[in-house]
């Protein structure tokens, strides 16, 4: 059986937060205003994995009115998520993703990313792919008042 999943996420840009995007910090005077910490590929890729093994989304598992997941690191909550589905049988076989931003560039960091993410989600890199696209100066990504990520996945089982 093979199963397909669409996650995205949209996050404000302010200054006081870090940008990190699939857990790692990038270099930028702003960050993702959300209750976790606010790292928008992951969320994404939650959202994908979860919809494709039909098991909610990412406000059902980690309800933003918890204060558990209050600033959370993102990665504990793919990391959790990542352990159900594998208990329910499901395997990745690849991840696409895209990310939104204008500044800074993403692609210094993509590789960097992508290891990030397998170690995560313990699969092997050749498995994930982020291409990154600009907002062409319009708003909100394109005048960094927001970052965005798009994901789709697919399971087998």
């Known amino acids: 059986m093979f199963r397909t999943g669409l996650g995205t996420d949209l996050h404000r840009l302010v200054e006081g937060r870090k940008l990190l995007l699939g857990g790692i910090q990038l270099d930028f005077n ?6 976790s910490d606010g790292d928008v590929l ?17 406000g059902t598992f980690f309800p933003p009115e918890d204060n558990k997941w209050k600033d959370c ?4 909550l793919l990391e959790e998520v990542m352990n159900k589905i594998t208990e329910d049988g499901w ?4 991840l696409d993703c895209v990310v939104k931003l ?5 692609i210094p960091y993509r590789e960097k990313v992508i290891e990030n993410l397998a170690s995560i989600m313990k699969i092997e890199k050749e498995r994930i792919f982020v291409k990154a696209k600009t907002g062409e100066k319009l708003p909100p990504v ?4 927001a970052v965005e990520a798009v994901c789709i996945c697919l399971l087998s089982k």
Do not use: C
Not at 142 to 145: D, L, M
């Open 30 to 35: 702003k960050g993702e205003d959300g209750h």
């Open 42 to 58: 992951i969320h994404a890729i939650i959202d994908s994995l979860l919809g494709a093994a039909a098991l909610g989304d990412i």
């Open 73 to 76: 690191d993102s990665s504990i």
């Open 91 to 94: 395997k990745i076989e690849n």
């Open 102 to 106: 204008q500044s800074p560039k993403f």
């Open 142 to 145: 394109g005048t960094s008042e």
